[in-house]
Nanobody, 115 residues
Framework: QVQLVESGGGLVQPGGSLRLSCAAS????????MGWYRQGPDKQREWVAV???????NYADSVKGRFTISRDNAKNTVYLQMSSLKPEDTAVYYC?????????WGQGTQVTVSS
């Protein structure tokens, strides 16, 4: 069974930056479609960014130009670098992995953008 563990969330001021990490065990991130999702207060979970097996990347329009998804195959970890953060980026951020035969969600990490 694949386990995904997110870390790196916290409280940051508007305009600040954070880097989220998603460490995988039991599965290889480079063999999966790895994505970041978020769920804000009283909102539905929404897709944020994805990196597929061949390294192609895509972003939601709301974060394009501000967030960067990346993958470290040696550490079997996926990252989400977030810059120019806005209050509306406040949410619980979840990592998701799709290995075709199975999928997995992390437990989430809270990001709060507030002055």
């Amino acid at each position: 069974q694949v386990q995904l563990v997110e870390s790196g969330g916290g409280l940051v001021q508007p305009g600040g930056s954070l880097r989220l990490s998603c460490a995988a065990s039991g599965g290889i991130v480079s063999s999966a479609t790895m994505g970041w999702y978020r769920q804000g207060p009283d909102k539905q979970r929404e897709w944020v960014a994805v990196i597929v097996r061949n390294g192609d990347i895509n972003y939601a329009d709301s974060v394009k130009g501000r967030f960067t998804i990346s993958r470290d195959n040696a550490k079997n970890t996926v990252y989400l670098q977030m810059s120019s953060l806005k209050p509306e980026d406040t949410a619980v951020y979840y990592c998701h992995g799709n290995w075709r035969a199975f999928t997995s969600w992390g437990q989430g990490t809270q990001v709060t953008v507030s002055s």
